[in-house]
């Protein structure tokens, strides 16, 4: 019995945050039924194919026209038995197609209602569409990322998104928590702009006490040091001295007594003051050793660091293989599909793919039977472009 067995989930979110939201609760064993229209989502056609499948696992598939009646009407029988709702339109679209907060908690006052969009349902903002990389750059994440003194940059990867997707698997399951006690359901509001400002917590922080904007530094900081990348003569370290203790670590580790016994660096406020001195100093002692050899005095010493890996390197990792964190499931017509795997580990809840990411409405015939249709009420409502299955 997984946590959230028993438990109808309809996601009728698209591209990551939402679907990455929907794949927790499908772990965690809730039924999770994706709901798309009847072209599918539009990040479909995206990696050959394999977008979907990459973070659609262990849901059903079923597909609508929420344009016209007959859609309408499956989606709302489902309603009023699910336990959770999820959309992500831009306020007011759900409302427009007749399932908003207000229609369908009165259907169903057990609900939990989530929505996810890039500013959230009230404020100036939450008519403006949301994309990861426009909220990193107005919560100023992208302004403080980038090469010291040069060009700002975004995240490799879609951060906020990811970060909203958990926030929001997190968000629902609080929600059926306080259910549990209530017997009554609640919305949740969750945007990417608050979840991006929330990322920037400690340079919020920081402003508060200082008045000072984040400054690009490439992969150091201004007020941790030594905390960035070194070059070795194989691959980069990055070296993690966020505390004086670490410091004391550092400098027996690798030997460098000199540095530990002048007074200019005993402590984070004077190594970052004197950062012009010490940096270069630095920089020439690990050119002069390799990452592998770096690694082996500095990890037994207890000392934060680790290799620059390439996510090819990260595909091979020793540490990855073991812990499962990389799935791979054959999908018809696409082939072999390699994802992320859940990173939350419950001892009585092993990961498990049950469902390989749906088809466009791969389960519309099954999901429909469940809510009452006959075939032949199925069958009507596929030939007039209600409802899609294969």
Known sequence: MLPLSDTLVLDLTQVIAGPTAGQILGDMGADVIKVEPLQGEHFRPHF???????????????ALDLRTEGGREVLMRLVKKADVF???????????????????????????????SGYGQTGPYSSRPGYDPCIQAEVGLIEATGPTGGEMCRTGTAAVDYCTGSFCAAGIAFALLG???TGRGQRL????????????????????L???????????NSILFPLRVFETKTKPIYIAGTNDAFWKVLCRALGCEDWLADPRFATNEGRVAHRTILEPMMEMHFAQHTCEALLEILLPA????????????????????????????????????????????????????RRPAPGIGEHTVEIMRDVGYSDAEIAALRASKAVGAP
């Open 210 to 220: 200082t008045g000072e904007d984040p400054v690009r530094m490439g992969t150091g």
């Open 86 to 116: 999820m959309e992500a339109f831009t306020p007011g679209v759900i409302d427009k197609l007749g399932f908003g907060w207000d229609v369908v908690s009165k259907e169903n006052p057990r609900l939990v209602y989530a929505s996810v």
């Open 179 to 181: 259910r549990h006690r």
């Open 48 to 62: 050959g194919g394999a977008w979907v499948p990459s973070m659609n696992r262990n849901k059903r598939g079923l």
């Open 189 to 208: 509001d969750l945007s990417l702009f608050d979840v991006g400002t929330h990322m920037m917590s400690h340079w919020i922080t920081n402003h508060g």
């Open 302 to 353: 207890g000392m934060p660091c680790s290799a620059v890996q390439k996510v090819s390197d990260l595909m091979e990792n020793p540490h990855v293989k073991s812990r499962r964190g990389i799935i791979e499931v054959d999908y018809p017509g696409i082939g072999p599909v390699k994802s992320a795997s859940n990173p939350i580990k419950l001892s009585e809840a092993p990961l498990e793919v």
